[in-house]
């Protein structure tokens, strides 16, 4: 797969430090909710390595939005696109959430910038007749990302802040105690996907899904930077089968495929 060249519509930014990209690929696009692209400012803007981004909303087949919190160097580069700039893009990238067959009662639990991939599955699962609530958290209510979009698609959001600003005071994992869940999808710091673990593993919720935060050079399972230690070893791949490559057998697990 190579890169394409991409357009920047507009540039959002719904917090202090991230910056939302509304951007226009050259055809149509048809990722899975949970996959991810490489994106690389270019133009001599970003001498670093593309950075690996789950796409966000979606507002016609080839309109995509990218959602990050500037961090260093390359998101850097990233956000500092404005509408008709050019950039580098590959993907879509990695393996998706699994979506049901039926109806069933869904939870969504994002923390900081972990929301971008729950819009699209969201979505996706009402319309597959689910009933979805979302639960995301935030360090304070100034980092709570992507209420009002969730929202509007007509989902139940719940938020959660470690300094209490907005929401349940504490973890945004605390929220899963009080709700009935046939399915959890999860995206966002490893504490709180660990958190979320370790509620699949004391309550009876076997469908618990994990999207996975990682540096990858590559996005395409060469470089080897981006291993995750499996919590069974596959016998079959030898050496190799302690751990797994989350650009390419995740970037989502099942709760009990992997080691936090």
Same mark, same amino acid.
């Given at each position: 797969?190579?890169?394409?060249?991409?357009?920047?519509?507009?540039? =959002?930014?719904?917090? %202090? /430090?991230?910056?939302?990209?509304?951007?226009?690929? !050259?055809?149509?696009?048809?990722? *899975?909710?949970?996959?991810?692209y490489m994106l690389s400012a270019g133009?001599?803007?970003?001498?670093?390595? %593309?950075?690996?981004?789950?796409?966000?909303?979606?507002?016609?087949?080839?309109? =995509?939005?990218?959602?990050?919190?500037?961090?260093?160097?390359?998101?850097? &580069?990233?956000? #500092?696109?404005? *509408?008709?700039?050019?950039?580098? #893009?590959?993907? !879509?990238?990695?393996?998706?959430? !699994?979506?049901?067959?039926?109806?069933? @009662? &869904?939870?969504?639990?994002?923390?900081?910038?972990?929301? !971008?991939?729950?819009?699209?599955?969201?979505?996706a699962l009402q319309e597959r007749g689910?009933?979805?609530?979302?639960?995301?958290? *935030? @360090?304070?209510?100034?980092?709570?990302?992507?209420? #009002?979009?969730?929202?509007? +698609?007509?989902? @139940?959001?719940?938020?959660?802040?470690?300094?209490?600003?907005?929401?349940?005071?504490?973890?945004?994992? /605390?929220?899963?105690?009080?709700?009935?869940?046939?399915?959890?999808?999860?995206?966002?710091?490893? %504490?709180?996907?660990?958190?979320?673990?370790?509620?699949?593993?004391?309550?009876?919720?076997?469908?618990?899904?994990?999207?996975?935060? *990682?540096?990858?050079?590559?996005?395409?399972?060469?470089? +080897?930077?981006?291993?995750?230690?499996?919590?069974?070893?596959?016998?079959?791949?030898?050496?190799?089968?302690?751990?797994?490559?989350?650009?390419?057998?995740?970037?989502?697990?099942?709760?009990?495929?992997?080691?936090?």
């Open positions: 797969m190579k890169p394409q060249e991409i357009r920047v519509v507009e540039r =959002l930014q719904p917090a %202090p /430090d991230c910056v939302e990209l509304v951007t226009e690929f !050259p055809d149509d696009e048809l990722p *899975a909710p949970g996959q991810f133009d001599g803007r970003d001498t670093y390595l %593309p950075r690996p981004l789950s796409f966000y909303r979606t507002f016609s087949p080839r309109r =995509l939005s990218f959602l990050f919190r500037v961090v260093g160097p390359g998101t850097q &580069a990233l956000a #500092a696109l404005r *509408a008709r700039d050019r950039l580098q #893009a590959m993907g !879509p990238l990695g393996q998706g959430f !699994p979506l049901p067959e039926h109806p069933l @009662r &869904a939870v969504l639990v994002g923390g900081g910038v972990g929301v !971008p991939p729950l819009w699209s599955l969201g979505r689910c009933q979805v609530t979302a639960l995301i958290g *935030a @360090r304070t209510r100034s980092g709570l990302l992507g209420q #009002a979009e969730l929202e509007a +698609l007509g989902m @139940r959001v719940l938020t959660a802040t470690d300094d209490g600003s907005r929401g349940h005071h504490g973890p945004v994992t /605390d929220l899963l105690a009080g709700l009935d869940a046939d399915a959890v999808f999860a995206c966002g710091p490893e %504490p709180m996907l660990g958190a979320v673990q370790s509620f699949a593993a004391s309550r009876p919720v076997p469908d618990t899904y994990l999207a996975l935060e *990682a540096a990858m050079a590559c996005g395409y399972g060469v470089c +080897l930077g981006c291993a995750v230690e499996r919590a069974k070893p596959d016998p079959e791949l030898g050496p190799y089968g302690t751990y797994a490559r989350v650009c390419r057998e995740g970037p989502v697990f099942r709760w009990d495929e992997v080691k936090l």
